[in-house]
């Protein structure tokens, strides 16, 4: 290699330099193993990978939708949570006032059919007379989802239904958590609301406070019925309902797909709590909501089957339902009762992708959508293979499915990496939670399995037992995990991390992608290393071979992708090192028809292992991008030399391809300087 080249890779090392703490001098390289990651360009060599590669997992559980993605402020917005027997409870409702003043309780004279249960508020205190009623009033205030998130300037939609055989004179405000500090305020007068009336009001906040309430008030004796009382802010994604800041998580890790809406979620511990789509659509007041009994708390069922294909389509990702097939954790139905459980997915798949003037597809026009979503996959059920009624179960969803819409692609729930599955399928679910070695050890998970028949889904993978709240050693694992999978992409169409979402009070599962409360938000490692593989959706696959070092702590892999801003054509090496040594690389590079141009780095990684992010420091552990550099131009086969690998790292290098440069050789030494 030429003095030229050899500045280059003195340049590149020094760009890596940079992350090293100061305690490892440039001058101890050579003390360190090199190893050899030799990477062959020529095309013959490539391998798309597929464009659904790597997408998301969304389960509601840890609040991730009701108090988290889906923006509503008020939790038991319908007062249901407490069952259909009254009277029951209305937590977190809270009144306001002692039972000298107020009496709230509960009854079934609502006027929505499915969802009977109303509060009901006997003011007792009056404006005058004996007993006046406190300052300000008296009746509920609603916490939210511990807290609710107000701020200056911003405009909330309030609406709920009210009734009462007196005139109505309500008082109603967004205020601090203890009741003092005014964020806004409006009143409600009316006449005559002897029927359910709706009331819309629009808040504008002169205040910010992450833990607000919202308060409804009365100084007027008599009764007063509630009902659906929701309260949304305007600013909220494409007004689809969506959180921005937590949507915007999901949008920059570029999704190919997203599952919903679970996991567990989908079979519930038993099946009366099972995810049913008809609840979950039309007019929000219309949702009865359901109790997720296998993460323990109510949802108003605001993210319903529409607003999860409406969020698929927000994010340019493919939607892919998972429906429950007559089994939860704890009943199932017989294959012999099975077909009207079929008929109802049927149902369901008319009302995602039929015609606007189909039975379901008008009900999904009436919601604002009269084009089809793009339902290309379904899976049938959620970790049942192994339950008896399943094999059956699965055949009569696949069979009906496939009649009526034979292009969808059917995800069986059973384990086809080990060996062929014993019924048809596009795809097999496979789910993994391990520790941070075993998740880096089973990158070769897939090196054997069957080359032809159902590719696997990963719909669920992380580190779970020595993971914390998220820190790095985990990341790495599954860093080291998904290098495997791009390896094995011709066995692999997609994989998933989980669980996406958990609200910082609802901790049901550790650890998570992205942690957040009702005004903050901050990805975990494992958020930030999902982002070194986004771009490997329909990138092409090099060959690629890495030298083992003396602990197999490193691995590799090499793709060929386009940036969509540029519109140029990038080689991305990563290469992950478990270990707790540095290590140096060589990259040897053979079959180049491009001219390497100039070279990004990026690494993750911290001082500590089982360091984790959090509100305080969101980004301690996040990508750590370098300046591009001119590296020359390497020939058609040359080496980047002494590459540092710091312990416990994941290390990615952009190299930016150019075509080649067209020249006339004239002498033998004007061909040797072309290369």
């Known amino acids: 290699m030429d003095s030229s080249r050899s500045l280059s890779c003195i340049l590149l090392l020094v760009l890596f330099g940079i992350f090293i703490q100061h305690q490892y001098s440039a001058s101890g390289i050579g003390a360190y193993q090199t190893v050899l990651l030799s990477v062959n360009m020529s095309e013959a060599s490539g391998r798309k990978i597929p464009n659904t590669l790597f997408g998301i997992f969304f389960e509601e559980i840890n609040h991730a939708g009701a108090g988290g993605l889906w923006a509503e402020l008020v939790s038991n917005r319908g007062f249901e949570s407490g069952g259909s027997f009254t009277p029951s409870i209305i937590a977190p409702w809270v009144i306001i006032g002692d039972d000298s003043s107020v009496l709230v309780s509960t009854d079934l004279s609502s006027c929505f059919d499915r969802n009977k249960v109303a509060l009901q508020i006997q003011v007792i205190c009056d404006i005058e007379g004996a007993n006046i009623c406190p300052g300000g009033g008296v009746g509920v205030y609603n916490p939210g989802f511990w807290g609710m998130n107000i701020e200056q300037g911003k405009r909330y939609k309030l609406a709920f239904y009210v009734r009462s055989e007196e005139p109505i004179n309500l008082s109603v405000a967004l205020t601090g958590s203890n009741g003092l500090k005014k964020l806004a305020t409006t009143t409600v007068v009316a006449a005559n609301v002897s029927s359910w009336t709706k009331v819309l009001v629009l808040l504008e906040a002169e205040g910010t406070d992450p833990n607000s309430r919202l308060e409804l008030r009365s100084t007027t004796k008599g009764v007063i019925w509630f009902d659906q009382v929701s309260l949304m802010p305007l600013d909220t994604y494409n007004g689809h309902g969506f959180r921005k800041d937590l949507f915007g998580m999901l949008k920059d890790l570029k999704p190919a797909f997203i599952r919903f809406p679970g996991g567990c979620f989908v079979e519930g511990d038993y099946l009366k709590n099972a995810f049913r789509w008809k609840e979950t659509i039309g007019p929000w007041e219309d949702r009865p909501g359901h109790y997720g009994d296998v993460w323990k708390y109510w949802t108003d069922d605001g993210l319903g089957l529409f607003d999860f294909l409406q969020l698929s389509e927000d994010l340019g990702a493919l939607p892919v339902w998972v429906f429950n097939n007559g089994i939860s954790h704890n009943d199932q139905v017989d294959t012999s009762s099975i077909l009207p459980f079929v008929q109802d997915i049927l149902d369901g798949l008319e009302f995602a992708r039929g015609a606007p003037n189909s039975r379901?597809?008008?009900?999904?026009?009436?919601?604002?959508?009269?084009?089809?979503?793009?339902?290309?996959?379904?899976?049938?059920?959620?970790?049942?293979?192994?339950?008896?009624?399943?094999?059956?179960?699965?055949?009569?969803?696949?069979?009906a499915i496939k009649e009526a819409y034979p292009d969808i692609k059917?995800?069986?729930?059973?384990d086809g990496s080990s060996k062929a599955l014993d019924h048809p399928a596009d795809l097999y679910d496979f789910h993994i939670y391990v520790s941070a070695s075993d998740m880096f050890s089973n990158a070769s998970r897939f090196d054997g399995a069957p080359?032809?028949?159902?590719?696997?889904?990963?719909?669920?993978?992380?580190?779970?037992?020595?993971?914390?709240?998220?820190?790095?050693?985990?990341?790495l694992g599954e860093a080291g995990f998904l290098i495997g999978v791009e390896k094995n992409s011709d066995v692999i169409e997609m994989a998933s991390y989980a669980p996406l979402f958990v609200n910082n009070n609802d901790w049901m599962w550790k650890a998570d992608a992205i942690v957040f409360d009702s005004s903050q938000v901050y990805g975990t490692p494992s958020y930030w290393m999902q982002h070194l593989f986004k771009e490997s959706n329909g990138a092409t696959l090099l060959s690629s071979t890495l030298q083992a070092n003396s602990s197999?702590?490193?691995?590799?892999?090499?793709?060929?992708?386009?940036?969509?801003?540029d519109n140029n054509e990038?080689?991305?090496?990563?290469?992950?090192?478990?270990?707790?040594?540095?290590?140096?690389?060589?990259?040897a590079i053979s079959g180049l028809e491009k001219e390497i141009a100039g070279a990004t780095t990026t690494i993750l990684t911290s001082t500590n292992v089982m360091d984790e992010n959090s509100f305080a420091d969101p980004k301690?552990?996040?990508?750590?991008?370098?300046?591009?550099i001119d590296v020359g131009d390497l020939p058609y086969s040359g080496e980047i030399k002494d590459i540092v690998l710091l312990p416990y790292s994941i290390s990615s290098l952009d190299l930016l391809q150019k075509p080649l440069s067209i020249r006339t050789v004239t002498t033998a030494s004007d061909l040797e300087s072309s290369f």
């Open 451 to 475: 080359r032809g028949g159902p590719k696997a889904f990963i719909s669920e993978y992380a580190v779970h037992e020595d993971a914390g709240k998220g820190n790095l050693l985990a990341a």
């Open 410 to 414: 059917i995800i069986s729930n059973c």
């Open 360 to 399: 379901w597809g008008s009900i999904r026009a009436e919601m604002g959508h009269p084009e089809p979503f793009d339902l290309r996959y379904v899976a049938i059920g959620n970790e049942d293979c192994y339950k008896p009624h399943y094999p059956g179960n699965y055949l009569k969803f696949y069979s």
């Open 570 to 587: 990038y080689l991305r090496i990563k290469v992950v090192n478990f270990g707790s040594s540095i290590e140096t690389l060589t990259i």
């Open 552 to 565: 197999n702590s490193l691995i590799g892999s090499a793709i060929i992708w386009r940036n969509e801003t």
């Open 620 to 628: 301690k552990i996040s990508p750590v991008i370098g300046e591009i």
